[in-house]
């Protein structure tokens, strides 16, 4: 019932641009903040962005900020990252999370979109 997908992945030429999308479904948006993360092959997992579905508060990491832009549309339960100027490194599976806001634990997790960045 409650269902969390992203979209938009897809192979791209370095300094190009992707927008992912995360569909929720299932959950109250304003009880929830909905992360971005990222990994590599052979890499940690690493949280990119963030935005609270309460108060609209983001947070972008030092590693993409000024070249990704997180943004949602709350009536629709939908959370877009805008991925520009795209680098070799952005590749790997891009994941979106919900994070309770009362508990504070990442309760969900979509199946991943695979962005490739290639030279």
């Known amino acids: 019932e409650v269902q969390f997908v992203e979209s938009g992945g897809a192979l791209v030429q370095v300094g190009g641009s992707l927008r992912l999308s995360c569909a929720a479904s299932g959950i109250t948006f304003k009880d929830y903040a909905i992360g971005w993360f990222r990994q590599a092959p052979g890499k940690e997992r690493e949280g990119v962005s963030l935005?609270?579905?309460?108060?609209?508060?983001?947070y972008v990491a030092d590693f993409v900020k000024g070249r990704f832009t997180i943004s949602s549309d709350n009536a629709k339960n939908t959370v877009f990252l805008e991925m520009n100027s795209l680098k070799p490194e952005d590749t790997g599976t891009y994941y979106c999370?919900?994070?309770?806001?009362?508990?504070?634990?990442?309760?969900?997790w979509g199946q991943g979109t695979q962005v490739t960045v290639s030279s």
């Open positions: 999370a919900a994070k309770d806001l009362v508990s504070g634990i990442w309760d969900y």
């Open positions: 935005i609270s579905g309460s108060d609209g508060n983001t």
